[in-house]
């Protein structure tokens, strides 16, 4: 049965991550809580951006939604089902260039759909066309990763995550390494690809710009530990179009609440590593 528009699809509760490190000079163990006590949800067909400083432990989330890590504590949930492994339930993006050199854009596509299997190859050429003109690089499908720019290769990645129809597109800083104006270009490409597919997104940023533009929901991650501090719902009047929403006075006050929550003064050094015993 499909779920309700705005149900939980994605749940992070009291969950805590710890991992051992081991400091220069030191033989000894220790443990370093990189998350603690951080509770998410996230709605189904949203867009939820979580925004935090470089550290604060966003890739540490993202990587126990995508199932490549597991908690130490808490429960992650992906439709109330705890998350025991990768799936393809689930698509990640992540922001260094994960395409296979040797592959071109559409045999980038195809690889991934060969991977999930179920289709014979015309459908699988049929589906890599369909979602590289999502992305709109139809004229590009014969290109090979070094002959694209850097916004073609994500684009190319979207594209590669979307077409298996993941439920949830998982996106760490996607953009991070993009010039501005191609960043703000994908930015307002995403908004109408979420917009015609549906599909839930976690877009992971250091960028407060980037979480307003892209969230209607923004969680606000603090560092040491790592936690959710704040959900600020994004309320935008996007009639006018994607691109003049920044300049807008709403833009800025919301753009101004998030740097207010990340600016807070660190608390006291509190001893995050322990020694293990
Ligand atoms: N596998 C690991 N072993 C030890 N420490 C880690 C590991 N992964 C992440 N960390 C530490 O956890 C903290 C959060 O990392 P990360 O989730 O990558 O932060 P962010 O993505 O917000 O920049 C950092 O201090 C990082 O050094
Ligand atoms: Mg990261």
């Known amino acids: 049965m499909a779920s309700l528009a705005g149900a939980s699809k994605i749940a992070l509760r009291d969950v805590r991550q710890v991992f051992r490190v081991r400091a220069a000079g030191d033989r000894a163990a220790h443990e370093f809580v990189a998350l603690d006590g951080l509770d998410l949800d996230v709605r189904e067909g949203e867009i939820l951006t979580l925004v935090g400083p470089s550290g604060c432990g966003k890739s540490t989330v993202l990587d126990l939604v995508s199932g490549l890590s597991t908690p130490t504590a808490g429960a992650v949930e992906i439709d109330g089902r705890p998350v025991s492994g990768p799936g393809l339930d689930r698509g990640v993006v992540f922001q260094q260039y994960t395409l296979l050199p040797w592959r071109t854009a559409l045999g980038n596509i195809e690889f991934a759909l060969e991977a999930v299997g179920g289709r014979r190859k015309a459908e699988r050429r049929r589906v890599a066309h369909e979602y590289l003109e999502l992305v709109g690089l139809t004229d590009f499908a014969d290109r090979y990763p070094h002959e694209l720019s850097g916004g073609m290769k994500q684009r190319v990645a979207i594209a590669r995550s979307l077409s298996y129809q993941p439920e949830v597109l998982l996106m760490d800083e996607p953009f991070g390494a993009l010039d501005a104006q191609t960043r703000e270009r994908l930015q307002e490409e995403l908004v109408q690809i979420w917009r015609r597919t549906g599909t839930t997104i976690v877009f992971i940023t250091h960028d407060i710009e980037e979480a307003v533009f892209l969230g209607q929901r923004v969680a606000v991650m603090s560092t040491r530990p790592g936690k959710v501090v704040e959900i600020i ?37 509190r001893a995050e590593v322990h020694r293990v015993a």
């Open 233 to 269: 719902n994004v309320v935008l009047d996007r009639t006018s179009g994607d691109a003049d929403i920044r300049s807008t006075a709403e833009f800025a006050a919301y753009r101004h609440q998030i740097w207010g929550h990340l600016r807070q003064p660190a608390p006291a050094y």
